[in-house]
């Protein structure tokens, strides 16, 4: 018998199991606890600006300046345009329960910029009349603007929604018969706007079903709210305004959880 051929197999044998010893439940443990640690170390964090926020009970002030500054080129001319707006929006809301909730929002706003800006001339005009740049109040111009939405439920099973919404009418210019402006750019304005918004709906059953089933109006009182005007000093229908939305009913069917 061969000791030493004998020796060198049974220590090959001890090493062998050696390495297919199992895994105990402290090994494991490490290993996640080192891969644990290196996601921390490669993980970025991220920080976040806290929102400042002022509420005090039902009554909510939250105001907000902003600046914004654009620089495109002018179609007439290479000249650099400019735009800012500024606003700020104090609101009042209350609340009771899930039963009554009335949202006031009053917004003062300033919005001025150049009246050739590039992006004006995509429309459907296959040649655009381009005139002398100006720095004016913009298109969407709005000083005053009150949105009062409230929703009440004076049964579970009764809902009234109203939305009232007051602002000031939007600018425009006025032209001559060869189309040049006439005065100060975007010195005139719509008339007042003023929508409301009803509704009522009426929980029943169907069945299994729970469906909400009641009607909307729009423009409820029936306002004149035009969308264009005769701008045109030389035409007998100059400072007409035309194509106002009118009074529509519809059918409110939903469904909630």
């Known amino acids: 018998?061969?000791?030493?051929?004998?020796?060198?197999?049974?220590?090959?044998?001890?090493?062998?199991?050696?390495?297919?010893?199992?895994?105990?439940?402290?090994?494991?443990?490490?290993?996640?606890?080192?891969?644990?640690?290196?996601?921390?170390?490669?993980?970025?964090?991220?920080?976040?600006?806290?929102?400042?926020?002022?509420?005090?009970?039902?009554?909510?002030?939250?105001?907000?300046?902003?600046?914004?500054?654009?620089?495109?080129?002018?179609i007439e001319r290479a000249r650099r345009t400019r735009a800012i707006a500024q606003s700020s929006k104090p609101g009042v809301r209350y609340t009771k329960g899930t039963r009554a909730d009335v949202n006031v929002t009053y917004v003062r706003s300033r919005s001025r910029a150049s009246t050739n800006a590039f992006t004006h001339y995509f429309d459907a005009v296959r040649w655009p009349i381009v005139a002398e740049n100006a720095y004016a109040p913009s298109r969407a111009d709005v000083p005053h603007r009150l949105l009062v939405r409230s929703r009440v439920l004076p049964t579970p099973t009764w809902l009234l929604v109203a939305v009232v919404d007051w602002r000031t009418g939007l600018p425009y210019s006025t032209v001559n018969e060869m189309l040049d402006f006439v005065g100060p750019r975007q010195a005139r304005r719509f008339p007042q706007y003023v929508r409301t918004e009803l509704g009522i709906e009426h929980r029943v059953r169907i069945r299994t079903l729970r469906p909400w089933v009641g009607i909307r109006v729009d423009n409820a009182i029936h306002a004149w709210l035009p969308s264009d005007v005769q701008a045109n000093v030389t035409s007998p229908l100059f400072g007409t305004f035309y194509n106002s939305e009118y009074r529509q009913f519809r059918i409110q069917f939903r469904f909630q959880r």
Do not use: C, H, Y
């Open 1 to 74: 018998m061969n000791v030493t051929a004998t020796t060198s197999r049974l220590i090959a044998r001890a090493a062998g199991i050696a390495d297919r010893r199992p895994v105990t439940r402290a090994s494991r443990k490490n290993v996640n606890e080192n891969a644990s640690r290196r996601n921390r170390t490669n993980t970025a964090a991220v920080v976040r600006r806290p929102q400042a926020r002022v509420s005090l009970a039902a009554f909510t002030i939250a105001t907000s300046i902003g600046l914004v500054g654009t620089k495109n080129w002018s």
